[in-house]
Structures are given as C-alpha cells and as structure tokens.
C-alpha cells in the first residue's frame, strides 16, 4: 500500500499559493456551515514525524474561527490514563456537534508508537483495531465526519528532516528520541503502518494516503480532501429520507423470543429474621474485597436497572453502606442535559468509568437507549436498534480492559408496583418519589416488558451477562445483589492471582 505512493510528486510556489488560498477559504466556509447544521468533524492527523503534521495544523487553523475547533495533540498516555480502558481519554475530547477535532496524533498511537515500544503487546493490538473500528463506527452513525490522513516520507526525506530541525535552534525541540527509533526502525515501523492502514480503513472512515516528501503537495492534498469529506457529510443531510411510517408498538413478545421476566421467581423472599444477619455478613464480606479491588487495580461497574419503585435506591443504599467512600462512586442517570446531547448518547457514560481500583455504581445507564427513548420516541428506530450492537461494542471493551461488569434488573409484579405507588402517596416522606411520569410509565407496562425482554435477549453476554433479579421482597433483593457481586469480584480476582 504505502511503496505504491508516488513520493516524487511536486507542486510549485505559484500554484500552491493559488490552490491553498482558495481551499483556505473554503474550509472557513465550511466551518460556518457546520455550525449552521450542528455537524461534527473530527479531523486525524497521522505520519512519521517531521512530515509537516504541525505545519499544516497551524495553517488550517489560522484560517478559522478559534470558537468552533479544538486542537488535540496526543502523547503517551499517563499513569492515570492506563488505570481506563485506551479509548476513554479520547471520549473525552470528541466534538460536540456543530464544532472541530483536530487530533495531533490520535487513538492510532497505540498501533504505532506503543507497539515500536512494546508497550502495546501483539495480542492487545488487533482487540484495539477492532475497538477504533467500532469506536468510529458509532460516531459516523451519530452523524460525526471523519477524516483520517496517514503522511507518508520516504526514509531519506524522514532522515534529512530530522536533521533540519535538529540544527535549528528554534525548530530542535521539537525532535523527540522516539522520532529517531522512527528511522533507525523504518521497515518495521512502515510495516505497523500498513496493518494498521489494512486494518482500519473502512468504509465509513477510510483514511487518505498523502505523499509527503514536498510539504507543499502534502498540504494542496489534505486540504483537498478535508473540503471534500465536509461536503460529502453536508450533503448527506440534504438526502431525500425514504417516508414510511414506524411500525406499530410491540405489546407483546414473537412466540420464538424468550421472556425472561415470566421465568422469574417473585415469590423468592428472605425472612426478616434472617435479613440483618446475611445482609450484614455480605457487606463485610464486599469491604474486604474492596481492599484486593484497590491493591489489584480491578475497575468494578455494577449497573441498575428496574421497574419504577423496583428498589434501586434501597439496594445501592445498603451496597454501599460498608464501602470506603474514596473509592466508589454513585452516578445517577435521568434525561440527557443540553450539553450532553451534543454528543453521542454512550459520551457521558463513557465520561463517569470508574479507573482500575475503583468501583463505580450506575443508578440507570446505557440501557436508556432500548427501553426508556425507545418506547417515548425520543430515539428513532434506527437510533435504538443499532443501539445493542454499540453497547455489546461499548462493553467488550470493558471486558478487554479487564472490568468487571455486573448489570441487574429489579422485576416486581405491577400488583407490586401498585400497592408501592400507593404507599409512597400516603408517606408524606415518599411522596416526592412519586411523580406523574411513573404512572404514565405504568399504562405503557406491555411496551416494557417487551422492550426489557429484548433488550436482556440481545445485550446479555458472556463478559457481561444480566441478572434478573426478584424484587417483590426487598430484602431478598438487597442481599442477591451484593452477593452477585462479590461472586463476580471474586472470580476475575481469582484469574488474576
């Protein structure tokens, strides 16, 4: 792929500056316009060092309005930063809708560099190809552009550069050690490029192969093909959309789906009698691990989902009752805010990871997408139903950076449900639990329960299984969930001793 570049191409003074002005012009353009439709771009800058990847970033930008893009520059990530599965921190710095990602460097960093190094190790390294490919997936699906360019120099320009920049007193800062491991290991730096390139070129974000021994012809063509990657996007939106109604609800399962709600046991309950004895005992039991959690570096997410009044608070109330509170952490999920909904809807969960040693509690989540924005509309069809493949995605790299992920449904009967929803109406202290959107909830319980069933049927994996757990006893459902989770702790501790 790369020896097929022709690097001799060149481009002369008068027609660079005629093309660059004109493409400079155009891209500011554009970046009005972006704005105008809230279309994110994201712009990857990749190559060997001293290909003029900081040249033309400067370029770019000094064309454009500094409020509507972000500079990126990527370095070897910190301490810190390894304790989160690779892609976290770049989650982090995607851009909202409507503004620009320049990315110095990027997510390919750890097919690159971090393999020259040994940092990456052969087998890590296809499980992350895999993890950019779905990763960029997801965000052109959200309506994100992409535009990747890889700066190819022969090693005699790469060699001659290093040099140049060497012997300038304001330029020789700028050469790391690492840029010359880049030429003393050439071939088989070259060679982690071209898998990289077989790898993670597809259709929905190709890269661009760019010959970069003439800076000049270098810039011409990267501009040129960043104008048209932002137009193509643009003019996506004017496509004419096929008009069809959405299908009508789904009150009830296909009689090939499974219900996994119907098998449950509702009458499971615990005497209270013996509660305070196993619930205790369990907590004490959590404490402890907690202790190998932290020493061990184990990033621990247990996930809550349920029924209105199911009783996720009561059970993430006792869970963390013994817990050292430096070292976990409750999110508690509702409606997107008008800032997260500039982004993709899995970037404010992705945001609230807990770090290895940490255990983080979700109080709802992901699932939102399948049940909740799915039976009110606030998701289209579309939206929702590739929902599962990115959240399978989303939690198989969990499972690759060695997370231990234990997601529960609270199942109550609606009898259940009632005589709480009319119990809280009577408890001047629990009446502010009760709101109109919970019995608007309660008329849609067959769109639900069919939604949850699906959703158990199609997101429930070996890295990442469900538990459904009954909760018409609150008792019974406290203790099975911390139970669960030492279980759970336990065996990825015992694969790691």
């Avoid at 509507?68 to 599965?85: I, K, S, W």
């Avoid at 009689?255 to 009458?267: C, M, R």
């Avoid at 202290?429 to 699906?454: C, G, H, M, S």
Wanted: glycine letters at 4%; proline letters at 5%; hydrophobic letters at 40%.
């Amino acid at each position: 792929m790369l020896d097929t570049l022709d690097l001799d191409l060149r481009l002369s003074k008068d027609d660079y500056q005629g093309q660059i002005e004109d493409l400079m012009r155009q891209l500011r353009s554009l970046q009005q316009t972006c704005w105008e439709e809230q279309v994110p771009v994201i712009v990857v800058l990749e190559g060997w060092a001293a290909a003029g990847k900081g040249t033309l970033l400067k370029k770019i930008t000094n064309y454009m309005d500094p409020r509507g893009f972000r500079v990126n520059p990527t370095f070897t990530a910190t301490e810190q930063e390894r304790l989160y599965p690779f892609l976290w921190r770049f989650w982090g710095k995607i851009p909202p809708k409507g503004s620009l990602g320049f990315f110095y460097h990027s997510w390919y960093t750890n097919c690159l560099e971090e393999r020259l190094f040994n940092r990456v190790t052969p087998s890590q390294a296809p499980l992350q190809m895999r993890d950019i490919n779905a990763f960029e997936h997801q965000l052109v699906d959200d309506g994100v552009a992409i535009a990747k360019f890889w700066i190819h120099l022969s090693r005699k320009e790469l060699k001659k550069r290093l040099k140049r920049y060497e012997a300038d007193e304001l330029e020789s800062w700028r050469v790391r050690p690492e840029d010359w491991q880049q030429e003393k290991h050439y071939d088989e730096y070259c060679a982690l490029a071209e898998e990289m390139l077989t790898y993670t070129s597809t259709g929905n974000a190709p890269w661009v192969l760019v010959e970069g021994n003439c800076e000049r012809w270098a810039r011409v063509k990267v501009l040129s093909q960043l104008v048209a990657v932002i137009v193509q996007a643009l003019d996506n939106l004017k496509l004419p959309r096929a008009e069809h109604l959405p299908p009508p609800p789904q009150t009830e399962l296909l009689p090939t789906e499974p219900n996994f709600l119907a098998k449950v046991d509702l009458t499971r309950h615990l005497k209270a009698e013996d509660y305070s004895g196993q619930l205790r005992e369990a907590q004490v039991e959590l404490r402890r691990l907690q202790v190998q959690i932290y020493q061990h570096k184990i990033p621990v997410v247990a996930l809550f989902e349920g029924w209105d009044a199911a009783g996720k608070g009561g059970v993430i109330k006792r869970l963390t009752d013994t817990l050292d509170p430096r070292s976990y952490q409750v999110n508690a999920f509702s409606a997107p805010s008008k800032e997260e909904a500039r982004y993709h809807y899995l970037w404010r969960f992705w945001r609230k990871l807990p770090a290895g040693g940490g255990i983080g509690i979700f109080d709802r989540s992901w699932y939102g997408r399948v049940m909740v924005e799915r039976i009110e509309g606030f998701a289209s069809e579309l939206e929702w139903r590739r929902a599962y493949r990115e959240i399978n995605e989303f939690e198989a790299q969990l499972a690759t950076g060695r997370y231990v992920v234990v997601k529960f449904f609270l199942h109550i009967s609606p009898e259940e449900q009632l005589r709480r929803f009319q119990e809280r109406e009577k408890n001047t202290f629990k009446q502010y639990k009760l709101t109109n959107e919970d019995w608007r909830n309660r008329e849609k319980w067959p769109l639900y329960d069919v939604a949850i069933n699906q959703m158990i049927a199609r997101t429930s994996t070996p890295a990442a299984p469900w538990t459904v757990v009954p909760a018409n006893d609150k008792y019974y459902a406290r203790v099975q969930v911390i139970q669960t989770i030492i279980d759970a702790v336990k065996a990825e501790l015992k694969r790691r001793v």
